[in-house]
C-alpha cells in the first residue's frame, strides 16, 4: 500500500493508498510493523523508477512510518507468526504482518496480498483496493 502511495492520484490505487495512510495517521488508529517498513525500503530504495535517496527514506521514515509503527521484532510475534504460517499456510513475511496486526489488536487489516474476507481470529483481511 505504501509502494503505491507514490503514485498518488494518477490512479486508483494511488488514491486509495495516499487516503487509507492518512486517515490512519490522522486518526492515530493506524497501525504498522517493522515489517511493513523493511519491504517497503527494499522496494523504495532499490525498485522505483527513481529510487529514494537516503534523505528522502528518513524524511518518510519520521514522517509517515513513525506516527504508526508499533510492533517491533520479539521472541513472540516470531512464536506466532511460525504458528501462523503452519496453520494458515501463509508466508513467512505474511505471517509477520498478520501476528503483528493480532498482538496490535487490530479488528482489520488492509492488504491486496492476503485474501479478502479472510479472519484470524478477531482479525478480518481487508483489501483496500476493491
Known amino acids: 500500500m505504501f509502494v503505491y502511495s507514490f503514485e498518488g492520484t494518477s490512479s486508483d490505487k494511488g488514491r486509495a493508498a495516499v487516503q487509507l495512510i492518512r486517515r490512519a495517521i490522522a486518526t492515530r488508529r493506524g497501525v504498522i510493523s517493522y515489517q511493513?517498513?523493511?519491504?517497503?525500503?527494499n522496494v523504495?530504495?532499490?525498485?522505483?523508477a527513481q529510487p529514494m535517496t537516503t534523505s528522502e527514506?528518513?524524511?518518510y521514515l519520521a514522517t509517515t512510518f513513525r506516527?504508526?509503527?508499533?510492533?517491533?521484532?520479539?521472541?513472540?510475534?516470531?512464536?506466532?507468526?511460525?504458528?501462523?504460517?503452519?496453520r494458515f499456510k501463509l508466508?513467512?513475511?505474511?505471517?509477520?504482518i498478520v501476528a503483528a496486526a493480532i498482538a496490535s489488536n487490530c479488528d482489520v487489516?488492509?492488504?491486496?496480498?492476503?485474501q479478502d474476507g479472510q479472519e484470524f481470529g478477531d482479525l478480518r483481511v481487508v483489501n483496500p483496493f476493491h
Open 67 to 86: 506516527p504508526l509503527l508499533a510492533v517491533h521484532s520479539s521472541l513472540a510475534l516470531y512464536t506466532e507468526a511460525l504458528q501462523l504460517a503452519q
Open 36 to 41: 511493513v517498513v523493511q519491504e517497503f525500503f
Open 91 to 96: 508466508s513467512w513475511f505474511d505471517s509477520l
Open 57 to 59: 527514506a528518513e524524511q
Open 109 to 114: 487489516l488492509y492488504s491486496e496480498d492476503l
Open 44 to 48: 523504495a530504495l532499490r525498485r522505483f
